[in-house]
């Protein structure tokens, strides 16, 4: 690490960010975005009682006795075998679509994904460096920002696809997203009035400790109207059932994605799941606590030569998102879908109004407390 | 490095913004609002080159992801096939250069006579914090921060009626 050290600070700045950039995507991003879909498909099927993917097996390792066997039955090798098959199928292009905005809508859709990501504290601090890749100080509205172009890549696919179920799939994936946007920044703006800072850090340092000594200081507990909006915003923002309209193969084929295959499909799922990965990542940071546990010291920053606090810290971080993770993935399973009108109505009419009450019984009880 | 950016953003600005109204490949409304959402993207590169950092989240926030969704969506929906077909016409060319011109004049002949330089010393960072306090302190920016809010509730109940059919 010598050399490193002779580096002067802004280059030093680029390559640690250039490192925690590829790390975060690489070794957590895309494996979670992989595995997720093994879990929903694993969840899925203990709910609806069978067995879920149970075949792939890798020649070597598939071999040791009891462990190999066992990973196969938990379908541990699938993901796997899903990235090769859909880089393996025929990339088809059919004749009447926009060959431009074809190409790109894939893209459009997961590059905000993996953009979000960039704010969203992890952990603490592993040796000097906090593990966050951007800690700005408008964090949450950077991100806010970032998902609402998500939606440029769905009303872009079914444009580019021209044919009518897609289209009729991008036009209200466009309103959904749109309606459900201002519900979900209106419930953080009650979180943030508490908080007094759009620093995502600050956020979570706000959450350290307790109060009556066993009651986490999270603020799913001082803000739980706050965070039942944000929650079902996110299903409504992911196009996760039960607001899947936008896919909804009774209805539309496959939405928006109906005349796309191989990798390019694929893309479009990743994007679902990373949105769903970056959705927990959000709440963790917001209402639950982001990387701390209000036991054994763990809610403090680790000094440099804790690297275990630290790794623990992303660890919790990591367990936290994998439980919002399961809800999201349960929640697809358990309910029916909405219908269109039902879904706008629930927005428009009841969560606006409710996250406007919500900010403004917030304002008035801060006014009497500070009084 | 600041400066490299700034010539960087402004070309984007510009070359984007140009490619929105003349674009030589295609006269498809829809390429022309995405080109829009990159010029709005440049522009907020602009902003976070000025320190204002609420500014710069808030324009992609409201403007590249909002209000350019509700463009798109009206573009899509009308699906208009007009702009197309349509020539440029050498009436309407000429119009639109000499306005062009007459602008270009006027900020250019500002420009020279307020002499270029140090600029001015800005009235606050764009922080989030100093930015509320100065929109909701009376005695600085809350008159004109009400009376914009109260312009854009009216342009609301304005657009609820125009919208609506049939009134009772």
Known sequence: MDWFNHLN????????????????????????????????????????????????????????????????????????????????????????????????????????????????????????????IADLNVGILYSFGIVSLGVYGIVLAGYASNSKYPFLGGIRSSAQMISYEIAMGMSVVSVFMLVGDLNLSKVIEYQAGTTLGFIPNWLVFKQPVAFVIFLVAAFAETNRLPFDLPESETELVGGYNTEYSSMKFALFFMGEYANMIVSSAMMVTLFFGGWTLPFFGLDQRAESAQWLTGLAHIGIFVAKMLVLMVVFIWVRWMLPRFRYDQLMDLGWRRFIPLALANILATAVVLFLLNK | MQDILFYIFAALTLFFGFLVVVNPFSRNPVTSAMFLVLTIASL?????????????????????????????????????????????????????????????????????????????????????????????????????????????????VGVILLSKKDLK
């Open chain 2, 44 to 156: 907020a590169g602009l902003f976070v080159l000025l320190n204002a950092f609420f500014l710069a989240a808030v324009q992609i926030l409201v403007y590249a992801g909002a209000v350019m969704v509700l463009f798109l969506f009206v573009i899509m929906l009308m699906d208009i096939k007009e702009e197309e077909r349509r020539r440029f016409k050498k009436f309407g060319v000429a119009m639109g250069l000499t306005a062009v011109a007459g602008l270009f004049g006027i900020v250019a002949k500002t420009i020279a006579e307020s002499g270029v330089g140090a600029g001015l010393k800005p009235a606050f960072e764009g922080d989030t914090k100093t930015l509320g306090t100065a929109l909701f302190s009376s005695g600085q920016f809350l008159l004109p921060f009400e009376i914009v809010s109260i312009l854009l509730l009216v342009a609301m």
């Open chain 1, 9 to 132: 600070p802004d280059l030093q700045f680029v390559l640690l960010s250039a490192v925690k950039v590829l790390a975060v995507l690489f070794l957590a991003l895309l494996p979670m975005v992989a595995y997720s879909v093994l879990a929903e498909r694993k969840i899925s099927a203990w709910i609806q009682d069978r067995v879920g993917p149970n075949r792939v097996a890798l020649p070597l390792l598939s071999g040791i006795p009891f462990l190999g066997s066992f990973l196969t039955r938990l379908g541990i090798w699938q993901p796997i075998a899903d990235g090769v098959k859909s880089f393996l199928k025929e990339d088809f292009t059919p004749d009447h679509v926009r060959k431009i905005y074809f190409w790109l809508a894939p893209a459009i859709t997961l590059i905000p994904a993996f953009l979000t990501v960039a704010v969203i504290p992890f952990g603490s601090t592993l040796g000097a460096q906090k593990m966050v």
